[in-house]
C-alpha cells in the first residue's frame, strides 16, 4: 500500500469522529446565539448530525487496521458497536424530546452533551492503546457525570450525579493504576505492542496481573457489573428519566465492547487469568440482577437491577472467548439495545393523572385504557425475560451456544437458573397491568410520531425476529469470523 | 406428499383467527363476532386436522406431510415440521378441544373477550406447532411459548388465588424447561442435528445420555407431571377458567407424555433404562399416594386435578414398559384422558357457572333437577374409571397387559390404581348427583342448556367411539411405536 493511499485512508478512518467533533461544535454555537426554540433546533440538528455519522460509519465499515500512531483501530466489530451506539444515541434523544420539553428542561446543552458522549464511546470502542482508551472513558463520564445531574433543583438528580461522579472517578483512578502497572511491567500502553511482549511467555508475572485486574475492575465499574454495580440503581433513579434511558442504552455498549476488546485483544492468550474474574462478574451479576430487582417499587430501580443481570449474560460471552461467543454478544447487544429503546420509550410518553409513572404499582389497569401500549409492555418485558418466541430468548439463546461451546456448562446452567429468577420479576409487571384492577386511573399517552415509529418497528423487531433471525445472524457470523481470522 | 402445506396452513390459521379479532373492536355489538371468529377458527383447524388424518398413510412409520424450510443460516436449525403416527391423535386432540374450550367460555367469561379468545387461539397454535416440530430448537419454542397464553388465561380470568397460581405454574414449568435448553444446546455441539428423526437413536455414550436424560426429564417430568413435582397442578386447575382447565388437563400435560417417548425413549435409550426402576416407583407412588389425596379433596376440581396425577402416573408406567402395549396403551390413555378430563372439567364448569362454587358439600341430589347431567356425568365419570366400553378401559388395560410382561408386581399396583380411581370419582359422583337436595339455593337449578349439550354430546360420542374402535387410533400409532421399540432394545442390547 502506498504512503499517500494511507495517509487517505487515515483520514477516512477517524471521519466519523472528527465529523462528529465539528458538526457538535456547529450545533453548540447555533443553540448559543439562537434565543427561540434552541433546544428543539438543537436536538434535531443533532439527530441529523449523528445520522451523517452513522452514514460514514457505514461507509467505512470494511476498512480493517490501526491508525493516528496506532492509537486507533478498526474492525468489523468495532464498526458495529460503534454504529449501535451512535442509533442508540438517536434513538434515545429522540424519545426523550417530550419529555424534556414536557418537564422544563428544554435546555439546549443536553443533545451537545450527549453527542459530546457519544464521541467519547467512539473514541473509546476504537481505541488500540490504554491511553486512548482512558481518554475515551473520560470524555464519555465527565458528559455523563452532567447529564445526570442536568435537572439542577432536584436534590434526587444533583445526588444521582455527584454519586455517580464519586464512584466514577473512583474506579477511573483504579483503571489509570492498572495501566500504569501494565505499562510499567510490559514498557507499552499500546495493545498490540502489549500482546507482543507477552507472546513468549507462559505465565504472567504478578505486576501484570495486578495491572490486569485493576483495568477490569474500572472497566466492570463502566459495564456496571456486580460487585461494581452499586452506583446504577442510584443513578437510574435519580436521574431524569429520558437520561436513564440514554444511560441504559448506550454506554453499556461502549463499555461492553471496550471489555470484549481489552481482554481477547492484548491478553487473549492468557485466558486463564482473567477467565476468573469475569466468570465470577457474571455470575454474581446475574443472579444479585435477579434477586435484587424482585423487591423494587420503582419501574427505573427495576431496569437498572435488570440491566445488571443482563451484563451478566453478556459477559457469558466474554467468558467463552470464542467465534461464538462474540456471535452471541452482537446478537444479545442489538437485542438489548432495542429492548430499553422500546421499554423507555413507553416510560417517557406515559402519564397517569398528570404525572410520569415511577412506580410500578401505578401501571395497574393499563391493559383496560390502553390495551396496545399494554400489549407492548408485556411483549417487551417478556422479551426481556427471554422467554420465546420473542427475540430476547435468542439473546440468551446464542449466548448459552457460546458457553456450551467452550465447555462452560456450568454457567449456561447458572444463566438458564437466573433466568427462571427474573422472569418473576418481568412477570410482575405483567400481573400489575393485566392482573390488577384499579378505576381511578387516568393514563395519557403524549408519544411523538418520531419515537411512535421507534417503538412500532422495535416491538415489530422484537416479535417477529423469529420468523426472520437469518439477517441479524449473519451480521454476527461476519464479525466474529473477522475477528478471530 | 401434498403440493400446499396443509401443516403449516392448520397451525397458523388459529393466529390468523387471532389476528383478524385484534382488528376488531370491542364492544358491547361486537362481542358476538368476536366469538364467532375464535369459534369458526377452531372449528375451522379442526376441519383442517382431520384432513391431515385422511391424508395421513398408515404404513409409514417415519414422519409424513413434513415440510423443511431453512432458518438460521449459521445452524442447522430448520423449519420442520412433520406427523407421525404419535404426534397425529396429539394434533387432532388439541383441535377437537378448542372449539369446546371456546363455546365453554360462550357466556362464563364476562370481562375482555377479546383477549381471551387471542389467548387462546394463540395457544392452540403452539400446541400444533409443537407436537408437529421435527426440529427440536422449534419443539422448545412452541414448547415454552404454551406458558405466555395459559399464564395469562389463569391470571386473567381465574378465580379469587389467580395470582399466585399462575405465578407457581410459570414459574415452575420453566425451571423445569429452561435446563432441557442446555440439554438441547449440548445435543446439538455434539451432533450438529437438530432432527428429532435423524436423533432418534443411539448417539451418546452413557454417560452423556444420564445427564440428558436428567434435563429432559426435569421439563417432562413438571409438565406431566409425576409426583413429587405435581404441586402446581392442583392449584392451577382449581383457580383456572373452566376452558383453562380443560385445555391444561386436555393437551398440556400430553406435552409431558409426548416429550418422555420423542426425547427420553427415542433418543437417550440407555439412560432410559439406568433410570427406568425410577420411574417406575415415582410412578407407582403417584397412582396410590394421589389417588388417596384425591379422595380426601372438598373441591371438585381440585379432586379432578389428583385424579389426572394418578392417570398420568399409569401413563408414564405405559410409556417406559417399552414394549408395544405399553406405549399404546399409553398413549391411547393419554388421548382418552384429553377428553374425559375435558369432559369432567366441562361438566364442572356447567355447575359452577349456575352456583359459582365448587365445594363438593354444596352440592348433593341434582339428579331431581338435572337428568340429563347426571347422565352424561355418569358417563364421563366411567370413562375416568375405566369402564369396558368407555376409551378409558382400552388404555388402562393395555397398560396392565403391557405390565405384566415386565412384572406382577407393577401390574398389581396399577391395578389398585384403578380401584381407587373408581372409589374416589364414585363418591364424588354419589355425593354430587344422588342424595337429597338439601341445599335450598339448589332448589332452581336447571339442567343443561342446548349450548351445553353441543359441548357434552360430543364427548360422549368421542369417549364411546374410543372404546369400541380403538383400532382407529391403535393402526397409525403402531410402526412409530415399533420403530422406537425396537431402537431401544437394539441400544440396551436385549
Redesign the interface.
Known sequence: MSLRMQNNLLAIFMMPEITLVLLTTIILLIGLFQKKNSFSNVTNLSVIALFFVFFLIYLNREFSFASYNYFFKSSLLIQFFKSIVVLGSIASIIISKSYFEELKLSRFEIPVLISFSTLGMLILISSNDLISMYLGIELQSLTLYVVAAIKRDSIQSAESGVKYFVLGALSSGILLYGCSLIYGFTGTTNFEEIRLSLISINHLSLGIIFGLVFVLVGLAFKVSAVPFHMWTPDVYEGAPTSITAFFAIVPKVSAVAIIYRFCLEPFGNFYSEWSQIIIFLSISSMFLGAIAAIAQQSIKRLLAYSSIGHVGYILIGLASANAAGIKGVIIYMLIYVVMNIAIFSIILSLKNNNSYIEKISELSGLSKSKPIISLSIAIIMLSLAGIPPFAGFFGKFYIFIAAVEADLIFLAVLGVISSVISAYYYLRIIKVLYFDEVDDCNYQSIITSQSLVLLICAILFLSFFVFYPSVFVTIGTTISLDFFQ | MTEWPILTVTIFLPILGASIIFFIKEEETSLSNIKWAALLTSIGTFIFSCLIWLQFDNSIAEYQLSEKH??????NFNYHIGVDGISLFMILLSTFLTPFCILASWISINK?IK?YMMAFLFLETVLLGMFSSIDILLF??FF??V??PM??II??WGGER??YA??KF??YT??GS??M??AI??I??LTNSMSISELQGNFFSKNIQIYLWLAFFASFAVKIPMWPFHTWLPDAHVEAPTAGSVILAGVLLKMGGYGFIRFSLGMLPEASEFFLPLIMIMSIIAIIYTSLVALAQTDIKKLIAYSSVAHMGMVTIGIFLVNQQGIEGAIILMISHGVVSAALFLSVGVIYDRMHTLDISFYGGLVNNMPLYSVSFMIFVLASVGLPGTSGFVGEFLIIMGAFKYSSLLALFSATGIILSAVYMLYLYKRIIFGQMSNVKLKDILDIDFREKIILYPLIIMIILIGIFPNIFLDPMRLPIELIINNYEFANAK
Open positions: 431453512q432458518w438460521f443460516t449459521d445452524f375482555r383477549e422448545y419454542i415454552e411459548s406458558l405466555i399464564f395469562l391470571g386473567v389467580r395470582i399462575t405465578f410459570f414459574l420453566l425451571l429452561v435446563l435448553l442446555v444446546i449440548f446439538y455441539q
